[in-house]
């Protein structure tokens, strides 16, 4: 199947959503090993393999019964032969949307061994060790030095990474746009609704004051697209 149609897929509302339901039916736990790796590590995995073929065909791809929750250690250790036989030409991809919309799940569902992603969020997590939405003020510098870095390494395609993925909110198509035509990149729309991301906050136990970080992406992705029409 095309990467991009397999992109396209998984992009979908239909598949996260379903994705998302086997997860909780699951109760976090691995299907394969038994683990509990938490919500954000666990893949829904098709035990048919998706082809152009079946891909349209909703008893097998939205078919819950041939949907497998696996954690990301085992959904590698399966694919791994396969990543190493078929190389293919690097893409890059910039996964765009409202805070909470699902960004971070969405990419861990595409994604393969070998691949590298660049989220803002996991580079402060990562040098800072606090919560998602704890930052710093005295740790901004090197955050950002080390978005730009990365930034940098995708733009002239160094190193020998597969695919690259850029989470972003990017809610202005014009900031959107440049960005995609300086890296070459193809732009993924992460689908969602305001009200979900807000009911997502509570159910995550996120702090209130993410609500206002929500409205003002829709409010700016709204009046954006609404003046470009």
């Not at 396969?82 to 994604?111: A, F, N």
């Not at 580079?123 to 704890?134: D, L, R």
């Amino acid at each position: 199947m095309s990467e991009g149609k397999l992109h396209a897929f998984y992009c979908s509302k239909a598949w996260r959503d379903l994705s998302y339901r086997r997860k909780v039916e699951e109760k976090g736990r691995c299907q394969r090993c038994g683990t509990y790796p938490g919500m954000e590590y666990l893949i829904g995995h098709h035990t048919i393999e998706l082809d152009e073929t079946n891909v349209d065909d909703a008893n097998i791809s939205l078919n819950p019964e041939l949907i497998e929750v696996i954690c990301l250690t085992c959904h590698n250790r399966e694919h791994k032969p396969y990543y190493k036989q078929k190389r293919k030409e690097r893409h890059v991809y910039i996964v765009y949307g409202s805070p909470l919309s699902g960004k971070t799940t969405m990419v861990r569902e595409m994604m393969q061994e070998g691949d590298i992603v660049l989220d803002i969020d996991a580079i402060w997590q990562a040098i800072t060790f606090q919560p998602s939405h704890v930052k710093p003020d005295n740790c901004k510098y090197n955050v950002f030095k080390l978005r730009d870095d990365l930034y940098d390494q995708i733009k002239t395609r160094h190193g020998k990474w597969n695919n690259a993925y850029i989470i972003g909110g990017y809610p202005d198509k014009y900031e959107r746009e440049r960005a995609a035509r300086e890296l070459g990149a193809e732009l993924i729309y992460c689908e969602s609704t305001k009200e979900e991301c807000l009911r997502r906050r509570i159910e995550s136990g996120r702090p209130e004051e993410h609500d206002e970080y929500i409205k003002k992406w829709w409010e700016r992705f709204s009046g954006g697209e609404q003046s470009q029409k």
